[in-house]
């Protein structure tokens, strides 16, 4: 499976939200990190080709981060577009990734960026390890991720 920027995964949300307005970066950010994190636990691979940074308010993908910021989104398709030619950024996404961003959206569409935000933040979780123990915007390792989703998985499984 290959590993996706940032941006095709964001679209991919984009494109199930059925608001009037856009979503704030933050839980777009969010949603993109936590559909890397089952992906990971998943289909055993990275859904996202960059690392995720632990910053004050969450995991942020740095280029997501930075595209929003400099280019916003389309004016028509309200979807991040590539800054030159205006094409909406995509990829073809395997069944088994779609099914994992399915499932992210069902379960965690519903909640705003700082509820996203304040999951990404209790303890034991990869963002914690992360900013705590090697310091402020530092890359959140896949390892780490993959681990705290499987403990997520099997932790379902048992209430179930």
Known sequence: MPNYLPVVIANEFLKRHSGTSIPAQMQLQKLVYIAHGWNL???AQPLVSESPEAWDNGPVFRSLWDHIRDWGF???????????DGKVASASLSKDEMDVIDHVWKKYGQYNGLQLSRMTH?????????????GRNQSIPNDETKKH???LAMAGRDRA
């Open 41 to 43: 636990a998943i289909n």
């Open 74 to 84: 389309g004016a028509k398709t309200k979807l991040l577009e590539e800054p030159f």
């Open 122 to 134: 209790e303890p034991n979780t990869p963002w914690t390890a992360t900013y705590f123990a090697r």
């Open 149 to 151: 989703y499987i403990q």
